[in-house]
């Protein structure tokens, strides 16, 4: 019971500081949607085409818009020193893990309810359906589950807005590419037994990489 | 079961500090080379040195925040390894940083660090720390427009909301004018009366005078010099600091 009002603790200082200064959703939000009107324009209103790169341009915005946003999950945090003070408090390192990572969590699924309406108007895809509503709720969780980890690694380095990308993106395919052929199919219309099978393997890897991810946090913050 | 530490006639169970050995490297560069330390309860020990020697990454190690790379470190007789949290709830910290979110009000600061400790009854410890750093009318605004000297006598409630036994404080006045510098020693000095054990590294001789009981100058992460009771005069305190923090150790 501790450890969760600790975790809800960091959850709800980082959401009121965010409240309070739209630093983080505001410009991620702008920049995700500026994406989206590219895209768009980029591939023209060929509805045959814009279905066929639909599900890739939607997970290469929300890849983006996931850097974007975990690069800044630790900075607010370093920059006012807060880190060591957090460290000194009586807490579990894996508290400010989750802490953290849900407040991420919140920022990037508040940032996608936003998203997701104008990518269905622009694109006139059916992308508000419950399939494509879980599809992207559980890769946003693999996705700031170890976006939280690496964010706290890059910290440290001087080139920390290059850092992140670098160690992210490659661990995430597995994620994206499921994320892309599940949502190939469920826009599509495919029942929900055919879209099973990527959607456990994005479940099964967001349970590695929360696991893996926690055990491993205590390393990145200490040096 | 009390022990005999040897050179001081005290016990383990009033020993709030030991350290045996204790090294810290990054990667190549020794911090801390084999320090030897025994602090008692209630002590104020003041540590001295050139920048680089090592006070900070010190007062990490002791804080928690960082591990040893070898040696053996006790705090209130617990490692720090298999303790930590239990070691960081009689801690507090006071540094130049002051751990506070400037987009926080002093009271959501102070309320966000007594959840971080679960202290109980924290609206009425809040209002008491805030009035011992005389902060009362500005605790609802938010830490960004206050002024350094405000924000540090913030970091000191938000260190003492949770009636730690032990104070570590690097180089607190630093950043700070006058003013602001009196008003923190000022608090220092009542809790100097108390039995808090209190450790400070900084580089004002005239405070380590004023408020510490025992000195060590730590020089390329070695203790050079160490002098206990107060017997010594601001001029020779020069001299000897001038002396130890230059030498190779």
């Known amino acids: 019971m501790k450890f969760w009002n600790q975790v809800i603790s960091i959850t709800w200082k980082d959401t009121f500081s965010e409240i309070r200064t739209r630093e983080v959703i505001s410009s991620v939000l702008v920049f995700t949607l500026l994406v989206i009107v590219i895209f768009n324009f980029a591939f023209g209103a060929n509805q045959e085409t814009l279905r066929l790169v639909a599900p890739g341009i939607l997970w290469v915005t929300f890849t983006f818009t996931g850097v974007l946003s975990l690069n800044r999950a630790f900075i607010p945090e370093k920059e006012q020193g807060c880190l060591e003070g957090l460290m000194a408090c009586p807490i579990s390192r894996e508290a400010i893990y989750v802490g953290k990572m849900l407040a991420s969590l919140l920022f990037m699924l508040i940032i996608e309810a936003i998203a997701l309406p104008v990518f269905a108007f622009l694109f006139n895809l059916p992308v508000l359906t419950l399939p494509m509503v879980t599809i992207t709720i559980l890769a946003t969780i693999g996705f700031v589950a170890v976006g939280t980890l690496f964010s706290a690694l890059a910290i440290n380095t001087r080139a920390r807005e290059m850092v992140l990308p670098i160690l992210f993106l490659p661990v995430m395919v597995p994620v994206i590419i499921s994320a892309v052929n599940a949502s190939k199919m469920a826009l599509s219309g495919k029942p929900w037994n055919e879209l099973a099978s990527w959607i456990q393997i994005i479940g099964v890897f967001d349970v590695i990489f929360l696991v893996v991810s926690c055990l491993i946090f205590t390393y990145a913050i200490e040096e | ?249």
């Open chain 2, 1 to 249: 079961m009390a022990m005999d530490n040897g050179d001081t006639g005290s016990t383990f169970q009033d020993q709030v500090i030991e350290i045996q050995g204790l090294t810290k490297a990054f990667g190549h560069h020794l911090a801390l080379r084999g320090l030897d330390l025994k602090i008692r309860q209630g002590e104020k020990v003041a540590i001295l040195g050139p920048n680089g020697a090592g006070k900070t990454t010190l007062i990490k190690v002791l804080a928690t925040i960082i591990n040893i790379t070898s040696g053996k470190v006790l705090i209130t007789g617990l490692n720090p390894k298999d303790n930590a949290e239990e070691i960081r709830r009689q801690i507090g910290v006071i540094t130049h940083q002051t751990f506070l979110y400037g987009n926080l009000t002093a009271n959501e600061n102070l309320e966000f660090y007594g959840r971080m400790y679960d202290i109980p009854q924290r609206k009425k410890r809040i209002n008491e720390v805030a009035d011992m750093v005389r902060m009362t009318p500005r605790l609802y605004d938010r830490v960004n427009t206050l002024s350094r000297g405000m924000q540090q006598r913030i970091a000191i409630a938000r260190a003492l909301l949770h009636k730690p036994t032990i104070l570590l404080l690097d180089e607190p006045e630093t950043g700070l004018d006058p003013q602001a510098t009196s008003i923190l020693w000022e608090i220092l000095n009542v809790e100097r009366e108390d039995k808090r054990t209190i450790f400070l590294t900084t580089h004002s001789l005239e405070r380590v005078l004023e408020i510490s009981n025992r000195l060590l100058i730590l020089n390329q992460g070695k203790f050079a010099y160490e002098e206990s009771g107060q017997t010594l005069s601001l001029a020779d305190l020069k001299q000897i600091y001038q002396h130890y923090s230059e030498i190779e150790v």
